[in-house]
């Protein structure tokens, strides 16, 4: 069973017609941004095959993200290795979710959100959903967003910091972006307060 329409319906119910699917990528790496998405589909025009991005294959989610953008309204917001140095990887998370929803062509009524948290300075309407990206049809496509944008970003990054595998592993902490860490160095991309990093410092 995959993601459905169930809590959008709820809120449609209620009267609630505009509904925005976030998720993030990126917050268990050592380096690179972390992505939000806000996505609020076209209920008349929904890809087949959506699902939580880390159920599809790279190729399946370069499909999807391309039907994605074709007819939904996508919203995609990013905050900095330094903000996430500076403020925790929580926050710097809700503060790209809420840049993602801010660059919507419409402010959505209601906001679905992946996780138990609601964003504390979030001002419209929303729900946490734990694993909403399985769950809820928006959020899957937010999480195919956000997923495919972040792993770009560390592609070219890994072009300009090669041997890294950041191109493979996106800056999670491998064996081998260990060991590249310990023998090449911490870059400007690495994130200072996670702690394999801040060891090496």
Not at 39 to 68: M, Q, Y
Not at 120 to 130: E, G, K, N
Not at 172 to 179: G, I, L, N, R
Request: neutral net charge; contains cysteine; hydrophobic residues 45%.
């Amino acid at each position: 069973m995959g993601p459905s329409f169930e809590f959008e319906d709820r809120l449609r119910l209620s009267g609630i017609h505009r509904i925005a699917g976030v998720d993030e990528a990126g917050r268990g790496p050592l380096a690179g941004p972390v992505v939000a998405a806000a996505v609020v589909l076209d209920r008349a025009i929904v890809p087949e095959g959506l699902n939580d991005s880390k159920a599809l294959t790279a190729k399946k989610r370069t499909e999807l993200l391309e039907l994605i953008l074709a007819d939904a309204d996508v919203g995609v917001g990013l905050a900095s290795v330094e903000e996430i140095d500076e403020i925790n990887i929580l926050r710097a998370s809700h503060l790209a979710m809420n840049r993602a929803i801010a660059k919507l062509d419409i402010a959505p009524d209601h906001v679905l959100i992946d996780g138990n948290l609601v964003p504390r300075d979030m001002t419209l309407p929303a729900s946490p959903i734990v694993k909403g990206d399985s769950l809820s049809l928006s959020i899957a496509a937010a999480s195919i967003v956000a997923k495919t944008r972040r792993d770009a970003i560390m592609w070219d990054l890994a072009q300009q910091y090669p041997g890294y595998g950041w191109e493979r592993n996106q800056g999670y902490p491998t064996k081998c972006h260990k060991e590249a860490l310990r023998n090449l160095g911490v870059t400007p991309h690495h994130r200072r307060s996670f702690k394999p990093v801040h060891n090496i410092l």
